[in-house]
């Protein structure tokens, strides 16, 4: 019987299967309508710098909920000194990233980094000296002070394009500012053509960049990425994210002085409003966003970027593109929400179908497991025990393929005692095959005895002989049958019996026939005289078999070997001659 407990469990989850379909469909109603940000999905964008405009587009999409309506509830972290953000990706402290056209250098060192949408279309990135010094072209930064920041793998390549080499500078750790560069203790710094010639602007002086641009290296700017495992266990993630981010670019573009306010009022005011308005602006030129969409990637344009590499020996050759770019997989349309929806409603309800009937089982298998583990340790005493059986029995146990050879599968221990070969040195026929023991005139009756016993479905028993290893006739006694799960349409097959040396019998009984054979020859020269014999009580005559009455001599003699010598009885002789004896 079911405990209380069993039927009391089993109640409450049929309830919940019930329950469970109102639970789902008011779920999925919370789901769209974005009610309860316990159910966001929490993620961490990780910026390549500080807070201010360069990073407006993210600062939109929190502030407007489009990350909050994609089912997002974004953290944005500021870059940390000492770490780049690709590791940070990579190892999963952050979900998402930003970083420039080096991210194809990282992926072509085994960096599992895929780009998701270049925000720029065009790097700010370049070389800002004051129009006070000498410097009017690039070449004549060779032996000046170059301050040079993190992710300026494109700076490299613009020097490197136009003959220069790192060792041709004197390389200063970059301040991130421009003071000094406006003092005189740099030469030239690397630069954001949003941020730092603003500084120059606010005091009124001249300046010069040399960008990238002019020896024809125009790469991606500021591009969103995320790794392969975001990408391959998280499509869902990674679509909303960057659906949501173009969403909040747009707005950011359309609405700047919003995001300036935001930014001042909610993130930073490391830069004041003028120098955020200015950034603004620049940006705008940056994104592009008039000649194609926000986030918009080339994979021809990423081509082109590896082979400029390449050309200045920054890359390999012919690096593969396949997976560093991002395709997104499927289309957010609503008819298909819903279909997967009711579909995951579904497979839940199967689920939980599912677990009923295994708790539902659940209890019946304790118990059979406990049996089972009884039975198990009973099965292993047995076999122990049949094994010690066998290997004592005077006969060998065997499992043999029926063919030419008898091939053994099996044989016990009594196998030395009876052919004189080990069981491993005839099993598998290593040394031996069985059907070399058989006298040659036994084997067709033995393969007829058995195949017809297995094609009938019964047990075999038969007697043979065999000559062992050393040449010693014996005498068998073999029963067995077709092993159990072999069929008779199997081309193998397998037999399975025991085969007792039934020599010393054999002898017994040849022993016992010789004595039987001589008791009925003996029996054959001896006449027996028994049953009922018919004698007259008068003549004491005896009746033969043919009716006649005979003396008792004349039957006797008749019906037995026995001689007769006449005398006469003692009391014959009295009344035959009564004066001899008186």
Same mark, same amino acid.
């Given at each position: @019987?079911?405990?209380?407990?069993?039927?009391?469990?089993?109640?409450?989850?049929?309830?919940?299967?019930?329950?469970?379909?109102?639970?789902?469909?008011?779920?999925?109603?919370?789901?769209?309508?974005?009610?309860?940000?316990?159910?966001?999905?929490?993620?961490?964008?990780?910026?390549?710098?500080?807070? &201010?405009?360069?990073?407006?587009?993210?600062?939109?999409?929190?502030? $407007?909920?489009?990350?909050?309506?994609?089912?997002?509830?974004?953290?944005?972290?500021?870059?940390?000194?000492?770490?780049?953000?690709?590791?940070?990706?990579?190892?999963?402290?952050?979900?998402?990233?930003?970083?420039? =056209?080096?991210?194809?250098?990282?992926?072509?060192?085994?960096?599992?980094?895929?780009?998701?949408?270049?925000?720029?279309?065009?790097?700010?990135?370049?070389?800002?000296?004051?129009?006070?010094?000498?410097?009017?072209?690039?070449?004549?930064?060779?032996?000046?002070?170059?301050?040079?920041?993190?992710?300026?793998?494109?700076?490299?390549?613009?020097?490197?394009?136009?003959?220069?080499?790192?060792?041709?500078?004197?390389?200063?750790?970059?301040?991130?500012?421009?003071?000094?560069?406006?003092?005189?203790?740099?030469? !030239?710094?690397?630069?954001?053509?949003?941020?730092?010639? %603003?500084?120059?602007?606010?005091?009124?002086?001249?300046?010069?960049?040399?960008?990238? $641009?002019?020896?024809?290296?125009?790469?991606?700017?500021?591009?969103? %990425?995320?790794?392969?495992? $975001?990408?391959?266990?998280?499509?869902?993630?990674?679509? =909303?994210?960057? !659906?949501?981010?173009?969403?909040?670019?747009?707005?950011? @573009?359309?609405?700047?002085?919003?995001?300036?306010?935001?930014?001042?009022?909610?993130?930073?005011?490391?830069?004041?409003?003028?120098?955020?308005?200015?950034?603004?602006?620049?940006?705008?030129?940056?994104?592009?966003?008039?000649?194609?969409?926000?986030?918009?990637?080339?994979?021809?344009?990423?081509?082109?970027?590896?082979?400029?590499?390449?050309?200045?020996?920054?890359?390999?050759?012919?690096?593969?593109?396949?997976?560093?770019?991002?395709?997104?997989?499927?289309?957010?349309?609503?008819?298909?929400?819903?279909?997967? $929806?009711?579909?995951?409603?579904?497979?839940?309800?199967?689920?939980?179908?599912?677990?009923?009937?295994?708790?539902?089982?659940?209890?019946?298998?304790?118990?059979?497991?406990?049996?089972?583990?009884?039975?198990?340790?009973?099965?292993?005493?047995?076999?122990?025990?049949?094994?010690?059986?066998?290997?004592?029995?005077?006969?060998?146990?065997?499992?043999?393929?029926?063919?030419?050879?008898?091939?053994?599968?099996?044989?016990?221990?009594?196998?030395?005692?009876?052919?004189?070969?080990?069981?491993?040195?005839?099993?598998?026929?290593?040394? =031996?095959?069985?059907?070399?023991?058989?006298?040659?005139?036994?084997?067709?009756?033995?393969?007829?005895?058995?195949?017809?016993?297995?094609?009938?479905?019964?047990?075999?028993?038969?007697?043979?002989?065999?000559?062992?290893?050393?040449?010693?006739?014996?005498?068998?006694?073999?029963?067995?049958?077709?092993?159990?799960?072999?069929?008779?349409?199997?081309?193998?097959?397998?037999?399975?019996?025991?085969?007792?040396?039934?020599?010393?019998?054999?002898?017994?009984?040849?022993?016992?026939?010789?004595?039987?054979?001589?008791?009925? &020859?003996?029996?054959?020269?001896?006449?027996?005289?028994?049953?009922?014999?018919?004698?007259?009580?008068?003549?004491?005559?005896?009746?033969?078999?043919?009716?006649?009455?005979?003396?008792?001599?004349?039957?006797?003699?008749?019906?037995?070997?026995?001689? %007769?010598?006449?005398?006469?009885?003692?009391?014959?002789?009295?009344?035959?001659?009564?004066? &001899?004896?008186?």
């Amino acid at each position: @019987m079911k405990s209380a407990g069993y039927r009391l469990f089993l109640a409450r989850f049929r309830a919940l299967f019930f329950l469970l379909p109102v639970f789902l469909a008011a779920t999925i109603v919370l789901a769209d309508s974005g009610s309860s940000d316990s159910h966001l999905d929490k993620v961490v964008l990780r910026l390549k710098w500080l807070h &201010q405009f360069q990073f407006a587009g993210y600062y939109a999409a929190i502030e $407007q909920g489009f990350y909050r309506d994609a089912g997002l509830e974004v953290e944005i972290v500021e870059d940390t000194p000492g770490e780049e953000s690709v590791k940070t990706v990579v190892s999963g402290r952050a979900h998402f990233g930003i970083g420039g =056209a080096e991210l194809l250098l990282h992926r072509s060192r085994g960096e599992p980094v895929v780009v998701l949408a270049a925000i720029y279309q065009h790097s700010p990135l370049a070389f800002l000296v004051p129009a006070t010094n000498d410097i009017t072209n690039i070449h004549q930064l060779a032996g000046r002070r170059v301050m040079l920041e993190k992710h300026s793998a494109e700076l490299l390549a613009y020097l490197r394009a136009e003959g220069l080499k790192m060792d041709d500078l004197e390389i200063l750790p970059h301040t991130y500012g421009v003071n000094e560069l406006i003092e005189g203790k740099a030469d !030239a710094i690397s630069a954001y053509l949003s941020d730092e010639p %603003f500084n120059f602007v606010m005091r009124n002086l001249e300046y010069r960049v040399f960008t990238p $641009q002019s020896s024809g290296i125009d790469f991606y700017g500021d591009v969103l %990425f995320t790794s392969e495992d $975001q990408v391959r266990n998280y499509p869902e993630r990674v679509a =909303a994210f960057v !659906a949501a981010t173009k969403k909040g670019w747009q707005y950011a @573009m359309d609405n700047p002085q919003e995001i300036i306010e935001l930014i001042l009022s909610r993130y930073s005011q490391r830069h004041s409003r003028e120098h955020l308005q200015f950034e603004a602006e620049k940006s705008k030129a940056l994104i592009g966003r008039e000649v194609v969409e926000i986030g918009y990637m080339n994979p021809g344009r990423w081509r082109h970027i590896a082979e400029k590499y390449h050309e200045l020996a920054m890359l390999p050759a012919d690096i593969s593109l396949e997976g560093f770019i991002y395709t997104p997989e499927t289309v957010d349309n609503l008819f298909w929400r819903r279909v997967l $929806q009711l579909g995951e409603l579904v497979i839940a309800l199967l689920l939980l179908w599912f677990v009923i009937r295994l708790i539902r089982a659940h209890f019946n298998l304790e118990d059979l497991y406990r049996k089972n583990r009884i039975a198990s340790r009973r099965l292993k005493k047995n076999r122990r025990q049949i094994a010690m059986l066998l290997g004592s029995m005077p006969g060998m146990a065997y499992k043999c393929e029926i063919g030419d050879k008898w091939t053994m599968k099996y044989a016990s221990r009594g196998c030395k005692e009876l052919t004189g070969y080990l069981p491993e040195e005839l099993v598998n026929n290593v040394k =031996a095959d069985y059907a070399d023991f058989i006298v040659p005139g036994d084997l067709a009756r033995i393969r007829q005895v058995v195949m017809q016993a297995i094609e009938a479905g019964k047990p075999y028993n038969l007697t043979y002989r065999i000559v062992d290893a050393a040449g010693q006739q014996k005498w068998v006694w073999d029963q067995g049958q077709l092993s159990s799960g072999r069929k008779k349409r199997n081309k193998t097959r397998i037999v399975e019996g025991f085969i007792s040396d039934i020599s010393e019998a054999k002898k017994l009984e040849a022993e016992n026939q010789r004595a039987i054979a001589d008791l009925q &020859q003996a029996l054959g020269e001896i006449k027996v005289l028994r049953g009922i014999i018919p004698i007259c009580s008068s003549c004491k005559k005896i009746r033969d078999d043919k009716g006649l009455w005979n003396q008792v001599e004349q039957y006797l003699k008749d019906h037995t070997d026995s001689e %007769f010598s006449h005398s006469i009885c003692p009391e014959c002789a009295a009344k035959m001659y009564p004066r &001899q004896n008186g």
